[in-house]
């Protein structure tokens, strides 16, 4: 096969590069900077390693979107990576992706951000917090936050139904303003409340290799690799931060110019969030002490760091923060999630409902029956375990995905690609080799995140035959 077949839908090109741009960083930057530096610091012990840890993540994922970017010049439509594997494997391995996107990935990612979203509106509205529950029905408890999620969910939904030109506003006006916030919150800890006794102490321990026990606070040393434990550890909250770049592929049919557009979106992207974490990093050990990154209440740190910086006033300030944050990351999961549905319902592998455009041109079945299920992740409880164990699986498709631009040069020597992977063969075999080493540490040091990933995963593989046989 030396040509790509073409493709055909309906959608309308609405979206320009400041659009696809603004959909990256947008649904990458939700609430995992403001909470997950504590664990990694506990996991790697101090400032050099934390630094070294969200530097290792913002290479490995920029090297991706690179290598993405030669993918989405080549198949310029809806659905973006689920495309990518079909084209360069087969069917059962991009309904797989597509499966665990639709049960786990995606709708248990927009339940997640969901809640952060109202257990900081609990900040200021305490009456909707998790704490008041509101029915009590043995297996499942319904709570306050729990209903304020599935609220903002069913709202970003009915904007997007209603046209792809209300989501992207949506998403460029709050990833806008969360992208200055938080440069204004680093500015602010940087220069305003930098405390240059805790910077030399944070920094004159830079490179110690120490892990922090949770519960009596002690720090034991450690090596070899134990050391080699501990980076793979911290890499699953770092990694989960900078995730979802990808879902701009999945709009690539409502892109303009997108063999331009896409790829140069994802490396803006990436690179623009991978400044803001390592900055505001930097901003938590100009403000506080590894002790106290380490040891913030509820993993917090942002919260902590808010309070060195403006009082007892800065934990409404990052309560708004992350409101913000998390409501313009949730809508760009939402906007990108039903173009894959609607691209495998085209291939006869997801509802026929699913491939159908409403009339404003938007997959608007997808986008319900997306909604409908992450409200149920909701009310369960169940998405933060769900979350857990695919990181994993989700490292695994990306390496697949990155694996299949070298089968695509073999199978289609001669077919056109106006973006050529950066640095190729090196930098996309270097990503490779980086997230196979990440899944093999992550398999023997945190099983209970893989198994039941893999689980997950390989239960789709009768419904895959189930949809071949019967055209539901």
């Given at each position: ?155 970003l939904t009915w904007f997007n139904s209603r046209g792809v030109k209300n989501g992207k506003i ?33 920094w004159s321990t830079a490179w110690d290799t120490i892990r922090w026990d949770a519960d009596s ?206 640095g190729y063969p090196l930098l996309p075999a270097l990503y490779v080799l980086a997230a196979a ?36």
């Amino acid at each position: 096969m030396n040509t790509i077949p073409e493709q055909h839908d309906d959608m309308k090109r609405e979206l320009g590069l400041l659009d696809a741009t603004m959909l990256v960083a947008g649904s990458m930057i939700g609430s995992g900077i403001f909470i997950v530096s504590s664990d990694i610091v506990r996991n790697v012990g101090s400032a050099g390693w934390l630094i070294f840890i969200w530097l290792l993540t913002g290479l490995i994922t920029v090297i991706a979107a690179l290598s993405y970017g030669e993918l989405s010049a080549m198949f310029p439509k809806a659905g973006g990576q689920y495309v990518y594997l079909r084209e360069a494997y087969n069917r059962l391995v991009a309904f797989l992706y597509g499966w665990s996107l639709f049960l786990v990935i995606q709708a248990g990612t927009i339940a997640a951000v969901g809640v952060a979203f109202a257990k900081f509106t609990a900040y200021i509205f305490p009456s909707l917090g998790d704490e008041n529950v509101l029915w009590d029905l043995g297996y499942i408890r319904i709570n306050a936050a729990q209903l304020v999620a599935i609220a903002t969910i069913v709202i970003l939904t009915w904007f997007n139904s209603r046209g792809v030109k209300n989501g992207k506003i949506i998403q460029t006006v709050f990833t806008v303003v969360k992208i200055l916030s938080l440069g204004g919150l680093i500015v602010m800890g940087l220069f305003g409340a930098f405390d240059a006794e805790i910077w030399r102490a944070n920094w004159s321990t830079a490179w110690d290799t120490i892990r922090w026990d949770a519960d009596s606070h002690a720090a034991v040393s450690i090596g070899g690799a134990a050391v080699f434990a501990g980076i793979v550890s911290a890499m699953v909250g770092s990694l989960f931060s900078s995730d979802a770049w990808n879902n701009v592929t999945f709009i690539a049919g409502e892109v303009r110019n997108p063999q331009r557009n896409i790829g140069m979106s994802l490396f803006l992207g990436t690179l623009i969030v991978t400044i803001i974490y390592v900055s505001a990093n930097l901003m938590y050990l100009a403000t506080l002490s590894r002790e106290q990154i380490a040891y913030a209440p509820a993993d917090r740190v942002a919260v902590a760091a808010a309070q060195a910086i403006f009082g007892q006033v800065g934990t409404i300030v990052i309560a708004v923060m992350i409101m913000i944050s998390t409501f313009g990351c949730n809508n760009g999961l939402i906007l990108a999630g039903a173009r894959v549905y609607y691209t495998m319902a085209k291939d006869g592998l997801f509802f026929k409902k699913a491939g159908e455009l409403n009339r404003f041109e938007v997959p608007g079945w997808g986008l319900w029956a997306q909604c409908i299920w992450t409200s149920v992740l909701c009310l369960t409880g169940r998405y933060g375990d769900l979350l857990n164990y695919v990181v994993f699986v989700v490292l695994i498709f990306y390496a697949l995905t990155i694996v299949g631009v070298f089968i695509l040069r073999k199978r289609m020597p001669a077919a056109q690609r106006p973006y050529k992977a950066l640095g190729y063969p090196l930098l996309p075999a270097l990503y490779v080799l980086a997230a196979a080493t990440i899944c093999v540490g992550l398999l023997i040091y945190q099983p209970t995140f893989t198994w039941p990933g893999l689980i997950i995963v390989l239960l789709g593989i009768p419904v895959f035959f189930m949809w071949n046989k019967k055209d539901l």
